[in-house]
């Protein structure tokens, strides 16, 4: 991502829709810290980043994995926008369904996270990647 980021693809290609899943959202909090500095430091440098990294990042176009129980999750939600995180599971591999089940019945029992935020993570953000239409 930060290769992406500083290389200018998200520029160049306006339109492009990316998600990091597998990883978690956690990261995503320092490699936005590290690169707003670097590009704060070395901005004549950086020809090809036309946009700061932060608003990339919340531009609903760069999509990270959700996970489900993360206490970091609504400071990372925050800090990005409810638009940026999406639910992804490993199922069928090494994860069983009723645990998957459980999980997000536990997610959307949080409190710390509106109930609007917890719909566009476990279904709506995913659709908008996808461009699948909204069920009526």
């Known amino acids: 991502m930060v290769n992406m980021m500083f290389s200018g693809v998200f520029d160049r290609f306006p339109t492009l829709r990316i998600a990091f899943l597998e990883s978690g959202s956690a990261w995503v909090l320092c490699a936005l810290e590290r690169m707003q500095r670097e590009h704060e430091h070395w901005a004549v440098l950086l020809s090809d980043l036309k946009k700061p990294p932060k608003e990339h990042l919340k531009s609903g176009r760069l999509y990270f994995e959700a996970e489900l129980e993360d206490e970091l999750l609504p400071y990372t939600v925050k800090l990005l926008g409810e638009q940026a995180f999406v639910f992804a599971s490993d199922f069928p591999h090494f994860t069983r369904a009723d645990h998957i089940s459980e999980g997000i019945k536990r997610f959307q029992e949080r409190r710390d996270l509106s109930d609007e935020t917890k719909r ?7 659709r908008r990647l996808y461009k699948i239409a ?3």
């Open 134 to 136: 909204t069920p009526n």
């Open 120 to 126: 566009l993570i476990l279904g709506d953000n995913a």
